[in-house]
C-alpha cells in the first residue's frame, strides 16, 4: 500500500501565500510524477501543477506565474508554493502520486485526503 499525505493548509487574506507540502511513502518502486490538484465547492477536480521524475512541470493557466511545484525525490514529497492567493483559489487541494511497485508493475495513482486552503478576508 501507499499512503499520500499532505498538509499546509489553512486560512489566508488574499494577496498572502501558502506552502503545502505532500509525502509518499510504502511499497514505492519508483514515483513517475507528482501532482497537485484542487476541488473548489459545487465544482469538479482539476489539476493544479505536476511535475515528472525528470523535474518537467505543467501549471493550469489560472495559476501559472503565482504558483511553483517543487520535488524533493529522495523523500518522495513535493511541495506547491502558492503566492498571491485570492478568494477562488479557495478549494480542497488533492496530492497524486504515480508511482510503480516494481520493475514492470503499470503505473498507480494514490491520493491524499485533501488539505482545504481557504482564502478571506
Known amino acids: 500500500q501507499v499512503q499520500v499525505v499532505e498538509s499546509g493548509g489553512g486560512l489566508v487574506q488574499p494577496g498572502g501565500s501558502l506552502r503545502l507540502s505532500c509525502a509518499a511513502s510504502?511499497?514505492?518502486?519508483?514515483?513517475?510524477?507528482m501532482a497537485w490538484y484542487r476541488q473548489a465547492p459545487g465544482e469538479g477536480r482539476e489539476l493544479v501543477a505536476a511535475i515528472t521524475s525528470g523535474g518537467t512541470t505543467k501549471y493550469a493557466d489560472l495559476v501559472k506565474g503565482r504558483f511553483t511545484i517543487s520535488r524533493d525525490s529522495a523523500k518522495n514529497m513535493v511541495h506547491l508554493q502558492m503566492n498571491s492567493l485570492q478568494p477562488e483559489d479557495t478549494a480542497v487541494y488533492y496530492c497524486n502520486a504515480r508511482y510503480t511497485f516494481g520493475a514492470r508493475s503499470n503505473a498507480l495513482d494514490a491520493w491524499g485526503q485533501g488539505t482545504l486552503v481557504t482564502v478571506s478576508s
Open positions: 510504502g511499497s514505492i518502486f519508483s514515483i513517475n510524477a
